[in-house]
């Protein structure tokens, strides 16, 4: 009997945590388009990619703090500190994320190659993201 409730547990946060990523990864695809469609001058890829990212990380925290880890801060700068670490973990992902779509980039040299990319770097990086967060910034005490 705990077994299944154990599962069903760990589904569930599974079907939610990758919910989430979707809607980030939407999220981020979002807010590149946007900036590359009001932005084409130089250096105008990376910094589109540079807004998703920061875009979908905004809403990846908000989304994990609250529905996945049920973590709450006590104070404004407590906060602060959990998406410093949060924000923190995430750049090994953000590699992984940037170096898929900016390759694909390079290979393809289409847009939508180039989100096809950043949607595989986002998948994998997320699964890597899950396991960093839970062990190191929304450990519980």
């Known amino acids: 009997k705990e077994d299944f409730f154990f599962f069903f547990y ?3 946060i599974a079907m939610l945590y990758t919910a989430f990523a979707i809607v980030a ?3 981020n695809i979002l807010a590149q388009d946007i900036c590359s469609y009001l932005y084409s ?3 105008s890829i990376l910094v589109s990619i ?3 990212t920061g875009f979908g990380l905004i809403v990846k925290y908000i989304l994990d703090k609250k529905y996945i880890f049920q ?3 006590e104070t404004p700068a407590h906060n602060r500190q959990i998406f410093f670490l949060y924000t923190i973990m995430g ?4 590699m992984i994320f ?3 779509e900016l390759g694909f980039h390079y290979f393809f040299q289409t847009k939508e190659m180039r989100y096809l990319g950043g949607i595989l770097g986002l998948m994998i990086g997320y699964i890597c993201k899950y396991h960093l967060d839970k062990h190191y910034v929304f450990k519980m005490v």
């Open 98 to 100: 940037w170096g898929f």
């Open 41 to 43: 001058g130089d250096f």
């Open 10 to 12: 760990s589904f569930k």
């Open 91 to 94: 750049i090994l992902t953000t």
């Open 25 to 27: 990864t939407l999220s």
């Open 50 to 52: 540079i807004i998703g």
């Open 71 to 73: 973590y709450k801060t």
